[in-house]
């Protein structure tokens, strides 16, 4: 009980979920397009608490990415910390955009961490280039809005500081 009211439980869950959404069966012709959950959940949170989600926390929730998504292990953790860096150097310019402008910031980081995956994952596994799977970094800009109010409404609700 006492994580919740110091907010490592609200965190905790919505890492969670997040990790659980990445994973969670889609029919095929939507499958593409699944937003790149735990990023953009992380960017919220480096951005809203960059006192306590830092890209430590990133590294270790991309080490649970790539276990659960069967990939070779660090590949999404070391984009995960890279993305996130980015983020929490620029947390204080990023939040006083508005939300438009931060859809953009997603935008360009998600497509960046999916890039360097993609990169990581032709040099070490020769995987082939498909337009599609930078899809996601759209899917992800266009979600963020609501997103970010959802975790607002939490983090305030809950005290989450």
């Not at 859809?103 to 280039?129: C, D, G, Q, Y």
Request: positive net charge.
């Amino acid at each position: 009980m006492r994580w919740f009211k110091r907010g490592v439980g609200v965190l905790l869950c919505t890492y969670l979920l997040a990790l659980i959404f990445m994973v969670m069966p889609m029919p095929g012709s939507f499958d593409a397009y699944r937003p790149d959950w735990l990023a953009i959940v992380m960017l919220y949170w480096v951005i809203a608490l960059p006192h306590r989600v830092n890209i430590g926390t990133a590294w270790l929730l991309g080490l649970l990415a790539d276990v659960l998504l069967g990939s070779t292990l660090g590949i999404h953790a070391a984009a995960m910390a890279i993305m996130v860096y980015f983020a929490a150097r620029h947390f204080q310019k990023i939040r006083n955009f508005s939300l438009s402008q931060q859809m953009l910031i997603v935008l360009i980081l998600v497509l960046l961490k999916r890039a360097l995956v993609f990169e990581i994952e032709h040099f070490i596994n020769n995987a082939p280039f498909v337009w599609s799977y930078f899809l996601p970094a759209l899917t992800s800009a266009i979600i963020w809005p609501w997103l970010f109010l959802l975790l607002r409404k939490l983090r305030r609700q809950f005290g989450v500081s």
